[in-house]
């Protein structure tokens, strides 16, 4: 599951002081399991109303059942999948998850489409017909021609100017950070990457930033003229050069002086091996004295940065939120020395992301919907949640969490590699951990929000100037807690707890509690009619994976009552760090044919920890229904196994139970998918899968994978809990 990035950091669970941990699936809750399957999706047995012989057939589909089991989980899980999704608008990675996305986006077209909301929220009635006004410019815009924009231009002629078009543009009044700066208020990262923390007072933080078009550039890739990296962002760099009518002599050059700029840079990158630890511990080796003069370098970078995209935001830069100082430190003497190579890559960076890389025209009514969801999602959500909260589903979840909780219990009680007093702070942590279902209500910021629409300009007739405003809207509301930390009170959440309709799941550290946002509650996470086999496999997954965020090495710093507190005594501190050496040491191995790389086994290490717990905390859960189950039959070992299986798949419980997981993340990657996978701290899905269930011996078991198989490969499974 996929994980926010917000420095504390709402986990993407990235660094040592990321405060919330979550799975990320993009979707919707409410929308009808049957209202939108993929092309060459079988309707079994002709069973229309038949719930389950509908998506059994779905889930059939997917599966190459040619490959055994134990050889390779993933493709017989998933290995269609890739050639029954029809064609949709996007610049990621496709799965089975993100592609709920696409419901959300339906259903926000059906309101668009209306043309009144004051059935639903008389109350943001004026908000809605502005939001139908800049969907019809979008609709009726020349979006699939790529042309030059003089609107683009504008904006980068006040900002830092693109000398590959100016004859006149001056070198000694070019500031990269202050070009970077600017561009971010559009939501376009250029040297600098930044992100709103998620406690109060919602500081700004710092990450790595990423290079590169269509593909992004890593140290290997951009060394290697034939690479797909180099070739593709070259032709991309010669498509808007001409696009915007360079000279075209000079054009080659233009190309190859940014390059000379970005192999520079990578330089720097190769010697910290792309690892922001490495890069942070750099300065330890320096002289006291060198050491002083780079963070003075930095610090003023950053001040001159925050005062343009951050209001001139005051904060003590200490390490949690500061970029790394060597590479910066570093990159200031690069700019220096290719300034104009440096302008010219920003201005087509700020014009690559304001395009909207249509792909086919029929798709553009998609991709305006999904423009004004993400820009308008506090007034979508508002009027989602009004039609498509289910209290019936809500208590569903509510009744799995507390299934799991007694297990979770159980397993911190049974660790015997924690000593007394780490054990009694576990349990107290489990204890007392809240929670949340739907979304998290706070009406004075959601008014806010939706409040701050009064601040868009709609230009009549022009995409761009219109792209421009939204772009620039979009991301004051997402920082919108930081920027108004003085005006919110201090027990505000992070933003995105707020939104019910996205297919996410959160656990926040600072809170201790953890959030099951309204759009999970929809296939492939649950369906009210599954059998439990599979809704513990999928939902009770999930709600297993957020449990066990609490024990992960970032909860591990966060005491019950969501204070920043290391709890564990150094003896079980020790021992949890070997344990999770081991998921480090095991998810390395993987390798990556399509791009030459392997996992970063520490940078997933939390995720993969989390997976492991949820799996094992949900077929825990299962298992304990079935025997209560049973029980109340007074029949042994189970009652009603019938119930408990899909028709069509010839299947075991457990074995749907594990299918129903691995199908959570049946994808579909390009190469630029994989190079951009190499930051996030998930692993990329197949790998996911593949790791995850070779290290749980049920599942060997239910597949009856023998040991020594690519499934079951030795005894000695990684596991913490």
């Not at 792309?274 to 370098?297: G, H, M, P, Q, W």
């Not at 707020?498 to 809170?511: C, E, K, P, R, T």
């Not at 005894?715 to 809990?721: D, F, L, P, V």
Request: charged share 25%; with cysteine.
């Amino acid at each position: 599951m996929q994980s926010l990035k917000f420095k504390f950091k709402m986990s993407k669970c990235y660094y040592a002081n990321n405060f919330l941990c979550l799975i990320f699936i993009f979707g919707q809750a409410g929308i009808s399991a049957a209202a939108s399957y993929p092309a060459g999706w079988i309707d079994y047995k002709n069973e229309i109303n038949d719930p389950r012989s509908q998506y059994a057939a779905q889930m059939l589909s997917f599966m190459d059942q040619s490959v055994h089991p134990c050889d390779d989980f993933y493709e017989y899980a998933c290995g269609n999948w890739k050639n029954v999704i029809r064609p949709r608008q996007t610049q990621s990675k496709r799965n089975y998850l993100t592609d709920i996305d696409y419901e959300l986006t339906d259903f926000v077209e059906s309101i668009l489409q209306k043309p009144t909301i004051v059935d639903i929220a008389p109350e943001y009635e004026n908000e809605f017909q502005q939001t139908k006004q800049f969907y019809q410019n979008c609709l009726e815009a020349d979006l699939l021609t790529k042309h030059k924009s003089y609107d683009y231009l504008q904006v980068i002629q006040s900002i830092g100017g693109f000398p590959a078009l100016d004859p006149y543009w001056d070198a000694s009044t070019f500031s990269w950070v202050d070009m970077s700066a600017h561009m971010s208020l559009y939501g376009v990262y250029g040297l600098f990457k930044d992100g709103t923390s998620s406690v109060y007072p919602f500081k700004p933080y710092f990450d790595f930033p990423s290079f590169g078009f269509d593909i992004e550039f890593h140290t290997d890739n951009i060394k290697n003229h034939t690479s797909n990296a180099y070739q593709s962002n070259y032709k991309r760099m010669e498509e808007i050069l001409r696009i915007y009518e360079a000279d075209e002599y000079q054009i080659p050059h233009i190309i190859d002086d940014i390059y000379d700029f970005l192999r520079a840079v990578f330089k720097i990158f190769e010697e910290v091996e792309e690892n922001e630890y490495i890069c942070k511990d750099r300065l330890t080796s320096f002289e006291e004295s060198a050491i002083e003069t780079v963070n003075t370098t930095v610090v003023e970078q950053l001040k001159n940065y925050l005062e343009i995209a951050w209001m001139n935001r005051e904060q003590e830069f200490d390490d949690a939120y500061k970029p790394c100082e060597y590479l910066y430190y570093n990159l200031a003497m690069i700019c220096e020395e290719h300034k104009e190579a440096v302008a010219n890559y920003l201005s087509m960076k700020f014009i690559y992301d304001l395009d909207p890389h249509l792909k086919d025209v029929k798709l553009q009514k998609e991709y305006c919907t999904s423009m004004m969801r993400n820009v308008m999602i506090y007034l979508f959500d508002h009027v989602y949640m009004k039609i498509n909260s289910n209290q019936r589903a809500f208590d569903e979840v509510n009744n799995m969490i507390d299934e799991l909780k007694p297990n979770l219990r159980t397993i911190l009680e049974e660790a015997d590699w924690l000593d007394d007093s780490t054990r009694e702070e576990a349990l107290w942590k489990e204890s007392t951990m809240g929670k949340v279902i739907g979304r998290y209500e706070d009406s004075e910021v959601i008014q806010r929000l939706i409040g701050e629409m009064k601040n868009l300009q709609f230009i009549e007739g022009s995409f761009e100037a219109n792209n421009l405003n939204l772009k620039k809207f979009q991301q004051s509301t997402d920082r919108y807690n930081g920027l108004h930390h003085d005006e919110i009170n201090n027990g505000t959440k992070p933003l995105q707890l707020l939104v019910g309709m996205q297919a996410n799941a959160f656990y926040y550290n600072s809170d201790n509690s953890m959030y099951v946002m309204a759009g999970v509650l929809n296939p492939p996470m649950f369906h009210k009619d599954w059998p439990n086999s599979l809704k513990y496999g999928t939902l009770g997954y999930l709600v297993g994976h957020e449990l066990t965020h609490a024990f992960d090495t970032v909860g591990a710093r966060y005491d019950h009552s969501g204070s920043e507190n290391y709890w564990w005594s150094e003896e079980s501190g020790q021992q949890f760090k070997e344990h999770a050496q081991c998921f480090v040491d095991y998810f390395d191995r993987y390798y990556i044919p399509e791009i030459g790389r392997n996992i970063n086994g520490n940078l997933t290490r939390d995720e993969n920890i989390a997976d492991a717990g949820g799996l094992r905390l949900a077929l825990m859960a299962y298992h304990h229904f079935r025997e209560k189950q049973a029980a109340d039959y007074d029949s042994f070992p189970y009652a009603n196994e019938s119930e408990e299986r899909m028709p069509g798949l010839d299947l075991s419980p457990e074995q749907l139970f594990f299918l129903g997981t691995a199908q959570v993340w049946c994808s579909a990657y390009e190469e630029a998918h994989y190079w951009k996978g190499l930051s996030d701290d998930h692993t990329i899905d197949k790998y996911r899968v593949l790791g995850m269930l070779s290290n749980n011996a049920d599942f060997a078991n239910a597949y009856n994978c023998p040991l020594g198989s690519a499934m079951n490969p030795t005894e000695e499974k990684c596991a913490i809990w």
